[in-house]
Structures are given as C-alpha cells and as structure tokens.
C-alpha cells in the first residue's frame, strides 16, 4: 500500500508556480466584469417604454378620432360693439369645418358697403344656429337659402351672415344696429334660440370663449361637445387630451336628465315671463323698429321648444306684424329633442346638421314667398 501509493503520487504531473500564474492570467482575463448595476435603468426603461406607448395611442387617436374633436380652435377676438366677435382673416378648421372669416370678422367673403345692381342682401343676425357651427360655409342656412331664391326668383341672392357662436339677443341687437345695417341690407333675418336670454360671454387674451365675471374663478366656457385645447404644455397639440376631455363631456351629458314637455304643444296664452321679456322679446322689438325705421322688411324664426320664447315669439308677432316661423314646426317627425337630436343633429354636437338647415332655407323660403318679400321674376 505504501509503495503503490507512492507511485501514485508520482505519476501526477508537477504543476510549476509559473504555469499556474499564467492560468489565473487567462481565467481572469476571460471571466464576466460584475459591475454595480446604476440605479436609473430601471426607470429610464419604463418611461421609455411609456413615451412610445403614449406615442402610438396618440398616433391612433388621431387617426381614428373624429376630425371634429381635434380641430377647436380659439377664434375670437375682443370687440367693442358686441363685446367679442371672430378674428378676422382666419382659415382654419374650427368648430367641426372649415371656417374662413371675412376682415370685417364675420364667416363669409368679403363683403362690398353697398350690394351690388340687382343683387338682393339680406343680413343674417343669430348666434351659432346663424353662424352655422359645425357644417360647411355652403350647407349653413344662409347660403342654402341664398340659393334657393337665386333659383326661384332668377335673381341674384347674398346672404351677410352676422352669426357668432355664443351671441345672445342684446349682443345680436348691438351687430345688427351697428355692423349690419350700415351694409344696406334691403331684407333681414333674425335666428333666436332658447338662450339668447343668457348673459354675454367674453373671450381672454387667448381668444378663448368665457362666461361669467371676467378675472372671476370657475368662469371657463367649455363648448358643448367640443372641449377647447388645454392651455399649457404638450396638452395643447394632444389629439388624445381633447378625446379624452370629450368622452368625459358626453359621459356627463348622458347622464344628465332630458327634460320633459315644452315640445312644440298646445301654447296657453299668457303674459311673457320675466326675464324673456326684457332680455329677449325687448332686443327683438328694437330689432324691428330699427329696420322699420329704414323701411327694411324683417323677418323672425325661432329655433325654441321653451314655452316662454314661444310666447314672447307670439308677443312680438301680435305687436308688430312680423313674419315669424317656428323652426321646430319643420321637422313633425320629431316628438321630443332626443328624437331631434338623433336625427338632424350633426351627431358629435346637439347644433343641426346640414340637412337640419336645409329645411329650414325651404320653410323661411316660403314664409318669405308668402309675405311677398322675394322679387318676382
């Protein structure tokens, strides 16, 4: 055993200091470099991560998202006449179309102080229903009814259209008294709605509309349906903000009640309740007597299912003769505002759409024939 295990030993190779230097040299040269892993890796990974998520939602949102939720912008500006009005020379895709605005600061071509020979102008006054928010300049009542009676009369037709979003009926008074009738109108037409009697609205620095007291907290006006841009960072150019805003709007105006009756029903006849008769039926007999007063025809129609402004539309009618329709007279087919909406809405916002204004060119078309206020042929 001794001798066997002596040779044993002898039979393993020596292994010398140097070859064994040099084998450490090579593992060591070879082996993984642990370093201490930098804490902000982590981290930066997932905000990478989450800026190209945020990136591709955005991506899809305006790729999917309807333009109309994308393209508000702020359009107004500071007037002295009606306390704001749209700035001039803009072209821009706002309100859910192409808006173009005239130097005067109103939507429309350009327009000449006096109508031309044979050319019969007549001065749109309303607010967003006259204006047409969110249909093209050619499908809003004006034009279309311009064109109606080119066609019918065989005379040229200008309609000057002085609607603003947000106007209400003293503000409409003050562009009519002021602005429209120095255009030499030889006919006009009045749109009031069921809140011409709120108070005026004004815009900020920004062009951004507002009511209530300027500089007052809370006093943000956030368009039905169509949320302004934020006024601040990225936000301001994020399609996915304004999406997100919207949906949150419709979610609310789901929720909130429709409210019932006042829809176009028998009328009790009675005095005007306060306060549409000062803040309404008042502007619009001034409205009368000032183109009265020029020997300009006036004509009213009233896009209203509240019994208090078809009384004051009943009111004014019965003291001064003036041609008037219920708009809401024009769609029987309709039996309560969802039924309207559903309809002849443009479908992301409550404001009607193009065929909505369509019969309504058609029934003031009429009116007008009737009373005998269109040119003959």
Same mark, same amino acid.
């Given at each position: 055993?001794?001798?066997?295990?002596?040779?044993?030993?002898?039979?393993?190779?020596?292994?010398?200091?140097?070859?064994?230097?040099? !084998?450490?040299?090579?593992?060591?040269?070879?082996?993984?470099?642990?370093?201490?892993?930098?804490?902000?890796?982590?981290?930066?990974?997932?905000?990478?991560?989450?800026?190209?998520?945020?990136?591709?939602?955005?991506?899809?949102?305006?790729?999917?998202?309807?333009?109309?939720?994308?393209?508000?912008?702020?359009?107004?500006?500071?007037?002295?006449?009606?306390?704001?009005?749209?700035?001039?020379?803009?072209?821009?895709?706002?309100?859910?179309?192409?808006?173009? $605005?005239?130097?005067?600061?109103?939507?429309?071509?350009?327009?000449?102080?006096?109508?031309?020979?044979?050319?019969?102008?007549?001065?749109?006054?309303?607010?967003?229903?006259?204006?047409?928010?969110?249909?093209?300049?050619?499908? $809003?009542?004006?034009?279309?009814?311009?064109?109606?009676?080119?066609?019918?009369?065989?005379?040229?037709?200008?309609?000057?259209?002085?609607?603003?979003?947000?106007?209400?009926?003293?503000?409409?008074?003050?562009?009519?008294?002021?602005?429209?009738?120095?255009?030499?109108?030889?006919?006009?037409?009045?749109?009031?709605?069921?809140?011409?009697?709120?108070?005026?609205?004004?815009?900020?620095?920004?062009?951004?509309? !507002?009511?209530?007291?300027?500089?007052?907290?809370?006093?943000?006006?956030?368009?039905?349906?169509?949320?302004?841009?934020?006024?601040?960072?990225?936000?301001?150019?994020?399609?996915?903000?304004?999406?997100?805003?919207?949906?949150?709007?419709?979610?609310?105006?789901?929720? $909130?009640?429709?409210?019932?009756?006042?829809?176009?029903?028998?009328?009790?006849?009675?005095?005007?309740?306060?306060?549409?008769?000062?803040?309404?039926?008042?502007?619009?007999?001034?409205?009368?007597?000032?183109?009265?007063?020029?020997?300009?025809?006036?004509?009213?129609?009233?896009?209203?299912?509240?019994?208090?402004?078809?009384?004051?539309?009943?009111?004014?009618?019965?003291?001064?003769?003036?041609?008037?329709?219920?708009?809401?007279?024009?769609?029987?087919?309709?039996?309560?505002?969802?039924?309207?909406?559903?309809?002849?809405?443009?479908?992301?916002?409550?404001?009607?759409?193009?065929?909505?204004?369509?019969?309504?060119?058609?029934?003031?078309?009429?009116?007008?024939?009737? !009373?005998?206020?269109?040119?003959?042929?």
């Amino acid at each position: 055993m001794p001798e066997s295990t002596g040779a044993a030993q002898e039979s393993v190779p020596r292994v010398s200091r140097a070859s064994t230097g040099s !084998h450490n040299a090579y593992v060591s040269s070879h082996a993984p470099v642990h370093r201490p892993r930098r804490r902000w890796v982590g981290p930066a990974v997932a905000l990478g991560t989450a800026v190209v998520l945020v990136g591709v939602v955005e991506v899809v949102a305006r790729t999917w998202v309807v333009p109309e939720l994308l393209s508000f912008l702020p359009i107004y500006a500071a007037d002295e006449v009606a306390g704001y009005r749209l700035k001039s020379g803009v072209d821009a895709y706002a309100f859910g179309a192409r808006v173009r $605005t005239n130097s005067v600061g109103f939507r429309g071509p350009e327009w000449s102080r006096v109508p031309a020979p044979g050319v019969l102008r007549i001065a749109l006054i309303g607010d967003s229903l006259a204006f047409g928010f969110g249909v093209a300049f050619e499908q $809003t009542v004006g034009e279309a009814l311009a064109r109606r009676i080119a066609r019918r009369c065989g005379r040229a037709c200008e309609v000057l259209n002085f609607g603003v979003p947000g106007y209400n009926a003293a503000q409409q008074l003050a562009v009519l008294e002021r602005l429209a009738l120095p255009f030499r109108p030889q006919l006009v037409l009045v749109l009031p709605c069921s809140n011409d009697h709120e108070p005026a609205l004004w815009v900020d620095d920004e062009g951004a509309m !507002h009511w209530g007291e300027r500089g007052q907290p809370g006093t943000h006006a956030t368009p039905r349906g169509v949320p302004r841009r934020a006024r601040w960072g990225v936000l301001r150019h994020s399609g996915l903000a304004v999406w997100i805003k919207s949906t949150w709007l419709r979610w609310q105006a789901d929720r $909130t009640p429709v409210p019932q009756g006042h829809w176009m029903g028998m009328l009790t006849a009675g005095p005007v309740p306060s306060p549409i008769d000062q803040r309404v039926l008042l502007p619009l007999r001034t409205m009368y007597e000032r183109c009265a007063a020029q020997r300009i025809p006036m004509v009213v129609g009233l896009f209203a299912g509240d019994d208090r402004y078809r009384l004051a539309l009943r009111e004014l009618v019965a003291r001064t003769g003036v041609p008037a329709l219920e708009l809401l007279e024009l769609f029987p087919e309709a039996h309560s505002w969802a039924e309207l909406c559903a309809q002849f809405s443009l479908g992301w916002d409550s404001h009607p759409n193009a065929e909505a204004y369509a019969r309504w060119a058609n029934g003031l078309f009429e009116l007008l024939e009737k !009373h005998r206020l269109l040119p003959s042929k």
